[in-house]
């Protein structure tokens, strides 16, 4: 007797800090060209892992109902504003504390995102499902190039992953059942929770996130559907 | 003295049925397709104008509270099931009248929509802000090759046009002040109102959209910022 077939994948959402674009290279990045032009002595690498550190806290304020809903841009600028005397870096203007902040909006993607993205297209619906507000990703695929069908995000439907309002709003909003969408993302904890919610699952391995010398637990877990190297490896597998 | 200069505009919004697409042709187009297969006859000229009639309507129970928020799918599919007795149609499948009803995600786009939004989008964030629901819009992007920067709806604010919370809302999520943003529509009314949240406007003619008989007032008001008599044009004048 054959296995039930499971329904056809009808879109992708995907994760995007950490599975679509390099978030701590990119504001390495930003920081050296904004020390180089102000004469500023800060470990860059130390400044970005700082900056991602506040970031689950200060969801989880929001999450928890301590803090009416924030958006992500503001909640980065809010951990930016305790790390600048934090890090020594004294003097800057509101303009540039401000495109500092934004330096989110220019993330840059993995080498393989932007082609992976375009092949998946070809067959599926994508589109974001991230933390980050709307016009941050609006202007980061913009300025990267990541051709998406759709913007989701948790600005959308209020709440912040891993709430099942966030996978469950993503399903509704695209007019598929949870079992016709597929998370896909580099972190083992987002894709958990959206198989708490009857989404099909795809871990894809971003073991640089944290820097050449990062961890990252990168082994196979039976528990998702998909266990892929990168987008290329992604689309061999889903695209056929 | 020179006066002072508008904000620079950052991002469009388009609205979408009969400003970036052919409803009423794709939807007779759609009749006819359906009558040859099951040998109809039906004037599917007027069926199209009378499923268009019905929307409004629909939309102002919703936008009075008499119905609680319901999506365009939803809403078309109630003004379609009263339709299908009265034009005479009978014994379609489930399937059949399913397929009739996302009739409006394929609708075609007018000649100059495509090229026209490629052009603006070189300059601008350019995103939708349709009544129509995210996943029809998503798959009439797909199936039409629209290229959004972003899908914007009445589902995500979760008000119908012309509440203001639509133009506002829209400005929120694109991250611009209202004054930055720029509605484009073929439908005056729909600029009004834009106009009244502080958005500036654009008005596009489509003089057949309802059909080669129908009437379109396309004179020029001064109250919009920019008049133009297609995509196109638009493009003309916006990205210089």
Chains 1, 2 share one sequence.
């Not at 020594?88 to 495109?99: A, F, K, S």
């Amino acid at each position: 007797m054959k296995p039930p077939r499971a329904p056809q994948v009808k879109a992708l959402v995907f994760d995007v800090f950490g599975t679509v674009v390099d978030w701590r290279g990119s504001i390495i990045r930003e920081g050296r060209l904004l020390g180089r032009r102000r004469k500023l002595k800060v470990d860059w690498a130390a400044f970005a892992d700082a900056w991602r550190a506040g970031y689950r806290p200060a969801m989880a304020r929001v999450r928890s109902g301590e803090l009416p809903w924030t958006k992500i841009d503001d909640l980065h600028r809010m951990i930016l504003d305790g790390l600048l005397p934090r890090f020594g870096v004294r003097g800057l203007t509101e303009d540039e504390i401000d495109h500092l902040n934004r330096a989110w909006h220019r993330l840059r993607p993995w080498p393989d995102a932007r082609a992976g993205l375009a092949k998946l297209k070809r067959r599926h619906v994508i589109a974001t499902l991230s933390n980050g507000n709307v016009a941050l990703l609006v202007n980061m695929a913009k300025h990267a190039g990541l051709p998406w069908d759709c913007i989701l995000s948790a600005e959308v439907v209020r709440h912040y992953k891993p709430d099942p309002e966030t996978y469950l709003g993503a399903a509704g909003l695209l007019g598929v059942r949870p079992a016709e969408l597929m998370m896909v993302a580099a972190h083992k904890d987002d894709l958990h929770a959206a198989r708490a919610c009857g989404l099909r699952t795809a871990y894809v391995t971003r073991p640089r996130e944290y820097g050449p010398e990062g961890k990252v637990d990168i082994t196979r877990e039976p528990a998702f559907d998909v266990h892929a190297r990168d987008f290329l490896d992604l689309a061999r597998q889903l695209v056929r």
